[in-house]
T-cell receptor
Framework: DAGVIQSPRHEVTEMGQEVTLRCKPISGHNSLFWYRQTMMRGLELLIYFNNNVPIDDSGMPEDRFSAKMPNASFSTLKIQPSEPRDSAVYFC???????????FGDGTRLSIL | QQQVKQSPQSLIVQKGGISIINCAYENTAFDYFPWYQQFPGKGPALLIA?????SEKKEGRFTISFNKSAKQFSLHIMDSQPGDSATYFCAATKSNDYKLSFGAGTTVTVRA
């Protein structure tokens, strides 16, 4: 069975550019989570959706960050404009329901120069 | 503010030995405590989880011990194998919140 699929796996771009990260959750999963992982702050929850609706975006660091889930099989996390301090590994996770175990993708390693 | 404190940051154990990772939390509303295993270049994978109504849970070589009064829980890896070399994260959440708070992680190295 396919797990959570994230793309791209690696992204290197210059400061000020728009960055779009993509996630395809496991089929049948109703909840989707976006995390950021850095050495300094560890794993942080940015936002999560249930049935394609954003439930809690209190972890989104700034207005430069936005996330959408237009349908049950696709979500995006966008950073515009990007800054060097946004460099991190971004993970998407999905679960059958909010109180079920979360399954993580392999992440997108983002480097902002 | 980190809600779950994890130690040690790293540990080295000989093959066949026991790896022990400790976590402590402050929020008494937390009622679900999972452990995740992460290999380089991969996302975290759920390893084992416990709820505070039991003091211990064992799955194969992995055991969680839970001390509700002390607000502490730990992961024991018995008979550690080189394939167990990874970073382990403890986490905690409230059932009606669904937001996982992760510890800082422990890098375990098992020497053959």
């Amino acid at each position: 069975d396919a797990g959570v699929i994230q793309s791209p796996r690696h992204e290197v771009t210059e400061m000020g550019q728009e960055v779009t990260l993509r996630c395809k959750p496991i089929s049948g999963h109703n909840s989707l989570f976006w995390y950021r992982q850095t050495m300094m702050r560890g794993l942080e929850l940015l936002i999560y959706f249930n049935n394609n609706v954003p439930i809690d975006d209190s972890g989104m660091p700034e207005d430069r960050f936005s996330a959408k889930m237009p349908n049950a099989s696709f979500s995006t996390l966008k950073i515009q404009p990007s800054e060097p301090r946004d460099s991190a590994v971004y993970f998407c996770a999905s679960s059958f329901d909010l109180n079920q175990p979360q399954h993580f993708g392999d992440g997108t390693r983002l480097s902002i120069l | 503010q980190q809600q779950v404190k994890q130690s040690p940051q790293s540990l080295i154990v000989q093959k066949g030995g026991i790896s022990i990772i400790n976590c402590a939390y402050e929020n008494t509303a937390f009622d679900y405590f999972p452990w995740y295993q992460q290999f380089p270049g991969k996302g975290p994978a759920l390893l084992i989880a416990i709820r505070p109504d039991v003091s211990e849970k064992k799955e194969g070589r992995f055991t969680i011990s839970f001390n509700k009064s002390a607000k502490q829980f730990s992961l024991h890896i018995m008979d550690s194998q080189p394939g167990d070399s990874a970073t382990y994260f403890c986490a905690a959440t409230k059932s009606n919140d669904y937001k996982l708070s992760f510890g800082a992680g422990t890098t375990v190295t098992v020497r053959a």
